[in-house]
């Protein structure tokens, strides 16, 4: 079993629906939540960083990470066409020295115009 | 453009020839970090430098592969004897180190990596 599992998808919406994306994880040691957007042939890019437990909201996206169930989120409101790339979630550990990420195999999301 | 920077973007070679990757990190950046990625699947984490020094290597950077951060700014990974399986999306990533937690990680656009 994986550390991190992501539903790869594809995800297709019409364009200004609100898209919800989803990881879950087994490692109680990850406590650094981020989400990484790739377009293809390009490398990910920093979409939101997290810490802690809760919300973060940032433009039409919002993170929420549930450290008891060990889940965490990504919601995008207003989609639109651009946003339509692979979605990656991942996770580094605290207090344990590894700086390595661990990635979610990504969910293909396609936004219908 | 302040980004991470890798070279060659692509680059194809035979089985058995020895290949070598680029990367240069966001300027202010003391931390370097190399990924692999393969089709439909997230990065994964091969190797990492704080400055000069390599601190952490994972189980998949086999003994062909070499990763060099002389002078702490720019890296080198070079594979040796290349492999069909070792066809891959290389990325690399840079991020600030801080005396606790972890800054977030930002990736350049990767060396796609295919083997004849």
């Known amino acids: 079993q994986k550390e991190v599992e992501q539903d790869p998808g594809p995800l297709s919406v019409p364009e200004g629906a609100i898209v919800s994306l989803n990881c879950t994880y087994s490692?109680?040691?990850?406590?650094?939540f981020m989400w990484y957007r790739q377009y293809s042939r390009k490398g990910p890019e920093l979409l939101m960083y997290?810490?802690?437990?809760g919300n973060k909201e940032d433009g039409r996206f919002t993170a929420q990470v549930d450290k008891s169930s060990k889940y965490i989120s990504l919601f995008i409101r207003d989609s639109q066409p651009s946003d339509s790339a692979t979605y990656l979630c991942?996770?580094?550990?605290?207090?344990?020295?590894?700086?390595?990420?661990?990635f979610g195999s990504g969910t293909r999301l396609q936004v219908q115009p | 453009d302040t980004g991470v920077s890798q070279d060659p973007r692509h680059k194809i070679t035979k089985r058995g020839q020895n290949v070598t990757f680029r990367c240069d990190p966001i300027s202010e950046h003391n931390r370097l970090y190399w990924y692999r990625q393969t089709l439909g699947q997230g990065p994964e984490f091969l190797t990492y430098f704080q400055n000069e020094a390599q601190l952490e290597k994972s189980r998949l950077l086999s003994d062909r592969f070499s990763a060099e951060r002389p002078k702490g700014s720019f890296s080198t990974l070079e594979i040796q004897r290349t492999e069909q399986g070792d066809s891959a999306m290389y990325l690399c990533?840079?991020?600030?180190?801080?005396?606790?937690?972890?800054?977030?990680?930002?990736f350049g656009d990767g060396t796609r990596l295919s083997i004849l």
């Open positions: 991942a996770m580094s550990e605290m207090d344990t020295g590894r700086r390595a990420l661990t």
């Open positions: 490692n109680s040691a990850f406590q650094y």
């Open positions: 997290t810490y802690s437990s």
């Open positions: 990533a840079s991020s600030l180190a801080q005396h606790a937690g972890n800054q977030p990680q930002h």
